[in-house]
């Protein structure tokens, strides 16, 4: 029996930065999970990822990551998403240095 299908965002990696990007209701590339747009209907989560994968030119790798809704709006629901969007693990660089 196939598993439910979860909430759903576009995600994938910004071209020139590298940075985790997220697909919003406009058509945009966000760096903020908060406004990727949710996707609910397993087909329309594939048409958005198709879409996504037409844009070489801005994304790198994208694909569907499950998330849950959370007080702010969408959370990561795994890990591996949360771990992303806190950028590169080597402190030398990125985000992190920033901070």
Known sequence: MP?????KV???S?????DVVYMTPD?????????????????HAQIRLL???????QVVGPYLADVRFGAN???PAHFREAFR???????????????
């Open 10 to 12: 576009v995600t994938a």
């Open 73 to 75: 709006g969408p959370e």
């Open 27 to 43: 058509n945009r590339w966000s760096r903020y999970l908060a406004e990727a747009e949710v996707i609910e209907y397993e087909p």
């Open 51 to 57: 879409d996504a994968e037409m844009q070489p030119d």
């Open 3 to 7: 598993r439910p299908f979860t909430p």
């Open 85 to 99: 969007m806190k950028g590169p693990s080597n402190y030398a660089h990125g985000k992190q240095e920033q901070a």
């Open 14 to 18: 910004a071209l020139l930065e590298g």
